[in-house]
């Protein structure tokens, strides 16, 4: 009961001044609502930025083949062949940490459309959810190619921006045939403008088609000791797979053409592939995600305790790094400001109490001559800078949600509510007005009561 009349004898002061109760909640409003929009603002910007971010490849892992040496001398990451489709389906099944994986196989070679030509900086074999990994799904025209067209060979692509503009000139390329080291390859899509990455390579300049047709069709490799889409097949002949198994014993069957082999390119039981990327759930899942994967490739390669990986992991840190310097610095900003804000409404909370003290020396005096303690006028006076801050934060709360809104709907700014900062700026509006009118309360209660009557 006590509380409750503190509490009323409080909002009863509150009233007798209207005005001035506003004008010093106006500074809590001003300073909380401000807090309220750049959290919103700064919440929906850092979304954008990490979105970016990912479409770079923050959140990719490459994992590369094992590296051969012989003499002392090494040759290089994927100079053995240790990484094959399975691995990619392990990992992904034993890798909570590992949202997505997709094989890849690369080439670099001319394409060919008409009387036109040119040679992409990126021609990879891989399979639909590498679009998913490089957030490259929302194609520009067409469709990309199925599980189903990995699992044939189909000779169908997605290119690029630029592959597209090179070559077609304007045309739409759907539906078209160009031609790859003599074999027609259909597109069935184009991909979404990418621009460049952050080294300044064009990610526009690319070819994508399945791997198996890469693989099998496009660079002819077979099994081998070298990296299979590295090698080169002559260019005077067709591609055919007629040679897999060199040295063997005369066939007992005519022997397939060139052309009939590269049509029905016959089955690699077991293949390889140039890498493999994985995409982590998260920036601050990439750890674990690469500690998953060692222990799968480690148990599937049978890797025993001691012995060093035949393959190699590699995360995008500079990226990581990038995104988790910015983040900071536009969380330390906004606290900066916030801080400023919400220092400025509590002095002016400070202010106008110390003047309420000044013009209620009186009534305090006469209180305290009835049997009020100090504790109670400390409480009084307390009470009424809490439900100032209060009752301001909840304006500014709104308002500054509101702004936010409006912000987004004329600038089409990135916004995102943050029921956090929200909780947070009702707590700060609370220990505002508890910090800033705990002295002036303070005052009043130190007050002496016969003083306190004869004041004028």
């Given amino acids: 009961m006590k509380i409750y009349r503190t509490a009323r004898t409080a909002f009863t002061a509150l009233r007798r001044n209207p005005m001035r109760a506003l004008l010093t909640t106006l500074g809590i409003v001003i300073g909380v609502g401000a807090v309220i929009a750049m959290m919103e603002i700064g919440a929906g910007s850092s979304a954008a930025i990490q979105k970016t971010i990912a479409t770079m490849g923050a959140n990719v892992l490459l994992i590369l083949p094992g590296t051969a040496a012989s003499g002392g001398v090494s040759f290089g990451s994927g100079s053995v062949t240790t990484l094959t489709p399975e691995d990619g389906e392990a990992i992904l099944r034993d890798s909570p940490a590992v949202r997505n994986v997709a094989p890849v196989v690369r080439a670099r070679t001319q394409v060919i459309y008409g009387n036109r030509n040119w040679v992409p900086q990126q021609m990879i074999g891989t399979t639909a959810e590498f679009l998913d990994i490089r957030d490259w799904s929302n194609l520009a025209e067409g469709e ?77 490799s077979t099994l081998g000791n070298t990296n299979q889409s590295a090698a080169a097949a002559s260019s005077s002949s067709v591609n055919t797979l007629n040679k897999l198994y060199p040295g063997q014993a005369p066939e007992l069957y005519p022997k397939q053409s060139d052309i009939q082999a590269a049509n029905t390119p016959l089955p690699v039981r077991f293949a390889n592939v140039d890498q493999v990327l994985a995409a982590a759930r998260s920036p601050e899942e990439i750890p674990a995600a690469i500690q998953q994967i060692t222990d799968v490739l480690r148990e599937r390669h049978r890797i025993r305790d001691g012995q060093p ?68 006028i400390l409480r009084q006076f307390l009470v009424e800078a809490v439900v100032l801050c209060l009752v301001g934060g909840s304006v500014g709360i709104l308002l500054g ?56």
């Fill in 144 to 220: 990309t190619f199925t599980e189903r067209d990995v699992l044939n060979a189909n000779k169908v692509c997605l290119i690029g921006q630029t592959l597209a503009r090179e070559l077609f000139q304007g045309e739409s390329p759907v539906g078209k045939e160009i031609r790859v080291k003599n074999v027609t390859f259909r597109v069935v899509g184009v991909l979404s403008a990418k621009g460049a990455n952050m080294m300044g390579s064009d990610q526009d300049d690319i070819l994508l088609t399945p791997w198996t047709t890469l693989k099998y069709r496009v660079t002819g």
């Fill in 401 to 456: 949600h509101g702004g936010s809104r409006l912000v987004e709907l004329l600038l089409r700014w990135p916004v995102e509510t943050s029921p956090v900062a929200i909780a947070a700026a009702v707590l700060v509006s609370a220990g505002v007005g508890i910090i800033f009118g705990f002295y002036p309360a303070w005052k009043a209660s130190q007050l002496d009561p016969i003083d306190a009557l004869r004041y004028e």
């Fill in 309 to 376: 990986d035949d393959f190699t992991l590699r995360d995008m840190t500079e990226m990581t790094n990038t995104l988790s310097s910015t983040t900071r610095l536009m969380t330390n900003l906004l606290l900066a400001v916030a801080m400023i804000s919400l220092v400025v409404g509590g002095v002016g909370i400070m202010n106008i109490m110390l003047v309420s003290v000044t013009e209620r020396t009186r009534e305090i005096g006469l209180r305290m001559a009835v049997g009020a303690r100090a504790r109670d």
